[in-house]
Nanobody, 108 residues
Framework: VQLVESGGGSVQPGGSLRLSCASS??????MGWYRQAPGKQRELVAG???????NYADSVKGRFTVSRDNAKNTMYLQMNNLKPEDTAVYYCYAANVWGQGTQVTVSS
């Protein structure tokens, strides 16, 4: 399995971004978005089961939405009302494989 993230970038506080994670193979179980800020440990941001059940870190509840399109082997992370503390490298994870990461920077 190979995972490729896209959609990162730089935005001002309050802005939005949508991340995508494309898988080279069908994945029918858990997929997750993680992030790692400088000097901090990697943390789970949002996860989604094969059946579509989602869970979120408390810090992003109400602002981020994880979804998946199994027909396209793709997972998404819609991020709204972004804050400077959301700045990090965001990684896709599935099937014991990590993507290469995509940088998200929130700054005025």
């Amino acid at each position: 399995v190979q995972l490729v993230e896209s959609g990162g970038g730089s935005v001002q506080p309050g802005g939005s971004l949508r991340l995508s994670c494309a898988s080279s193979e069908s994945i029918w179980f858990f997929m997750g978005w993680y992030r790692q800020a400088p000097g901090k440990q990697r943390e789970l941001v949002a996860g989604i089961t094969g059946g579509g059940s989602a869970n979120y870190a408390d810090s992003v509840k109400g602002r981020f939405t994880v979804s998946r399109d199994n027909a396209k082997n793709t997972m998404y992370l819609q991020m709204n009302n972004l804050k400077p503390e959301d700045t990090a490298v965001y990684y896709c994870y599935a099937a014991n494989v990590w993507g290469q990461g995509t940088q998200v920077t929130v700054s005025s």
